[in-house]
């Protein structure tokens, strides 16, 4: 898994919850938490800043058209 140039973890507080820390699970650094409406999204980077972890809530329900897309644009942008 850490060589995909971009990982969503789609889980919301599960690795609070139980203590998974995906900073130091994907090797990547917090950056900064984005607001989307009523949903939010936290961006981490690699040191290298090759790779993107992109975590956010659980997708299977109740999931804004808006947060998909925020997702899917920062997706690209890191592509560029």
């Known amino acids: 898994f850490k060589d995909f140039p971009i990982v969503i973890v789609a889980a919301g507080n ?8 995906l900073e130091q699970t994907f090797d990547v650094v917090f950056q900064k938490e984005i607001k989307v409406g009523e949903n939010r999204y936290f961006l981490h980077f690699s040191k290298d800043n090759k790779r993107i972890l ?10 804004s058209n808006e947060l998909i897309t925020a997702i899917t644009n920062e997706a690209k942008k890191f592509l560029k």
């Open 14 to 21: 599960y690795p609070s919850c139980y203590h998974i820390n």
């Open 54 to 63: 992109i975590h956010t809530r659980q997708l299977s329900n109740g999931v």
